[in-house]
């Protein structure tokens, strides 16, 4: 059974940053593609980063790209989110999924091309 636990969220304040892991086990993360989402309070929930289904490539949404890193540690099955330059929009509750429904390098953004989801973490950026 498919299974990610996501960890790593706390406080940090306007510039500082976290990394956030993604630990999965019960299949082979590089057989689906792995996202990060994240859902600020009264937001909908939005993709930010995806690895790609053989962690050939990675895409990033504009909101994070050139802060947020993302990467893969295969001998421990898990993925990391390096966040730097934090700012209090980046404030959110971060979930980290898999979808098992994706071509080779084909991005996924969509919340529900993901069938696996994590249990979140909570950032809070203060200002």
């Known amino acids: 059974e498919e299974h990610l636990v996501a960890s790593g969220g706390g406080l940090v304040q306007a510039g500082g940053s976290l990394r956030l892991s993604c630990t999965t086990s019960?299949?082979?993360?590089?057989?689906?593609?792995i996202g990060w989402f994240r859902q600020a309070p009264g937001k909908e929930r939005e993709g930010i980063s995806c690895?790609?289904?053989?962690?050939?490539?990675?895409y990033y949404v504009d909101s994070v790209k050139g802060r947020f890193t993302m990467s893969s540690d295969n001998a421990k099955r898990t993925v990391y989110l390096q966040m730097n330059s934090l700012k209090p929009e980046d404030t959110a509750v971060y979930y980290c999924?898999?979808?098992?429904?994706?071509?080779?390098?084909?991005?996924?953004?969509?919340?529900?091309?993901?069938?696996?989801w994590g249990q979140g973490t909570e950032v809070t950026v203060s200002s």
């Open positions: 999924a898999a979808a098992s429904d994706a071509g080779f390098g084909e991005v996924l953004l969509g919340f529900l091309k993901y069938d696996y």
């Open positions: 019960g299949f082979t993360s590089d057989d689906y593609a």
């Open positions: 690895l790609t289904r053989g962690h050939g490539s990675i």
